[in-house]
């Protein structure tokens, strides 16, 4: 059935795989202190699978919330780039905060991710008085609305640090967020648009109607629909971005969440993009049949990267 040996197979293996073993470099955490936010974050990244004489560049994926998704997406990004040859290689950046609980940033993430018109859910959230190991800002600091401060960071010192450290392609960088941090995605989309060059946005915060924990009545708050809406009137330049917009059907139904109204928003804003007449410019939009909003977060990850690395 074979007509090489074992060594001439062994060499033609070689041939094909390189002779060059692979491996995963260790995984690294920073804690950077940012002038922007006062505030330390927590940076942790992981380096793709790479032959070990490499010299190679790699993209930066950078996701927000490390705290809970650094070990999910490392490992996730393990798996996945040793047996699936298809799947891209790239620089993993997480955003967090200092802490080992991946619920460690819940109340900063309130701060950071949110901006003008955003409800205050965050005040009086019952799941937080549950949770002894959520961490709170400082006294005497900002406690929400913080997004520009928190992209300034981003923009001006996460990003340097790591195209400075790193073996980076310093242009091709991808933004990941989930739900605030989705939304938050969508700010930096309609602020400083090239900032990233993809965007995986999964289950964002646009629309809030009902009473926040705190007790503030909203009707109808179309707050970021109405973002995306002024955006887009604006004849913006989309060329070259890439967008990846995902939504579980469950999450309209969740009781702590049901104000969200997260899957009927999401339409609405798929509506949107899809009027843009933006050469170049096509949206990749996915619903997820049976998923809820914490379900869906991983499969998002997976699914908006490959989409977008096609």
Known sequence: MFDLNIDERRSESQRLLGSDREYFPSTETHLLASKCVSQVFKIQVMRPLQASSSNRRFPVVYATDGNAVFDMFKGLCGVLQAFNPQWPRFILVTIGYPGDSPVAGELLRGRDMTFAGCPDYFSGFPLFGRWSDVLTPEPGSQYFG???A????????????????????PEDRTYFGHSLGAGFGLFMLFSQTSLFRRYVLSSPTLSYHGETPSGVSYRNHDFLLDRAREFLTGDPSL????LYLSVGTQEEFEPLIANWRFTSSFYRLVALFKSTTTAGFAPITEVFSGERHATVWPIAFMHGIQALFA
């Open 146 to 148: 913080g997004a520009e």
């Open 150 to 169: 928190f992209q300034r960071f981003i923009a001006e010192e996460l990003i340097p640090l790591v195209d400075r450290d790193y073996e980076t392609l």
């Open 239 to 242: 060329q070259g971005v890439k």
